[in-house]
C-alpha cells in the first residue's frame, strides 16, 4: 500500500545544531508539503514544492529549508536549532490533478534544548 | 489574508450526544472548505469536504454546509461515539493556492462513554 512516512518520529537536539527530519511518499505524488503544529495555532505551512527541483516558501519559512531531488522525498531541514522551533513536524503530499485531498505523515516531535 | 477560526475547546461530551463544532473563515474568492480530523498519535486525515457555496460534505455520520452568506462551515454529528474523540480541523483552500491549506487553530472533542 502507497504511504507517506516520516523520520525520524522523536528527535532532541541542541540550540544551534543543524537537524534534518526526512519525508517520504510512495503515493507518487507531485506535491509535497511541511507544516508545524503548535498548540493555539493549528497548523502552519513552512515549505511546499510542486515537483522535482521546485520548492517555495510558506508563511513561517525563516530558519528552514527543503530541497527536491526526487518525487518521493522532501528532506526539511533547521539550519540552526532554536527552542522556538520546538514543534510537531508533518509532511503531507497530493496529487497533481487531485488537489483537495492531502495524506499527512505521523508526524515528527522535535524538541531543540 | 485568509483565516479559519474554530470555536474554542476542548469539547467534552457523553456518547451519543449532538456534537456541533462552528467554524468560520474570512477569504477572498470561492474557497474549498475541509474537515480534517487528527486521532491520537497519528497524522490527519481528511473528513469531509465542500468545494462551493450550499455543499454539504459529510463522511462517517458527520456533514457541514458550505455558507457562504455567513462564512461558516459547522461540524455537526448527531450521536458521538467514543471513538470520534479527536482533534478536528477546520481548514480552506483558496482556488489560486493551488493544494495550499489554511488551518484553523484545531478543537479537541472528548467523548465518554
Known amino acids: 500500500d502507497a504511504e507517506i512516512t516520516q523520520s525520524p518520529r522523536h528527535k532532541i537536539t541542541e540550540t544551534g545544531r543543524q537537524v534534518t527530519l526526512a519525508c517520504h511518499q510512495t503515493?507518487?505524488?507531485?506535491?509535497m508539503f511541511w507544516y508545524r503544529q503548535d498548540l493555539g495555532h493549528g497548523l502552519r505551512l513552512i515549505h511546499y514544492s510542486y515537483g522535482v527541483q521546485d520548492t517555495n516558501k510558506g508563511e513561517v519559512s525563516d530558519g528552514y529549508s527543503v530541497s527536491r531531488s526526487n518525487t518521493e522525498d522532501l528532506p526539511l531541514t533547521l539550519e540552526s536549532a532554536a527552542s522556538s522551533q520546538t514543534s510537531v513536524y508533518f509532511c503531507?503530499?497530493?496529487?497533481?490533478?487531485?488537489?483537495?485531498?492531502?495524506?499527512f505523515g505521523p508526524g515528527t516531535r522535535l524538541t531543540v534544548t | 489574508g485568509n483565516s479559519v477560526t474554530q470555536m474554542e475547546g476542548p469539547v467534552t461530551l457523553s456518547e451519543e450526544a449532538f456534537l456541533t463544532i462552528n467554524c468560520t473563515y474570512t477569504?477572498?474568492?470561492?474557497?474549498?472548505l475541509f474537515w480534517y480530523v487528527q486521532y491520537p498519535g497519528e497524522g490527519l486525515q481528511l473528513l469531509l469536504k465542500a468545494t462551493k457555496a450550499d455543499d454539504k460534505g459529510s463522511n462517517k455520520g458527520f456533514e457541514a454546509t458550505y455558507r457562504k452568506e455567513t462564512t461558516s462551515f459547522h461540524l455537526e454529528k448527531g450521536s458521538v461515539q467514543v471513538s470520534d474523540s479527536a482533534v478536528y480541523f477546520c481548514a480552506l483552500m483558496r482556488g489560486t493556492s493551488y493544494g495550499k491549506l489554511t488551518f484553523g487553530q484545531g478543537t479537541i472533542l472528548t467523548v465518554h462513554p
Open positions: 503515493w507518487n505524488h507531485n506535491n
Open positions: 477569504a477572498t474568492g470561492y474557497p474549498s
Open positions: 503531507a503530499s497530493s496529487e497533481r490533478r487531485a488537489v483537495y485531498e492531502q495524506y
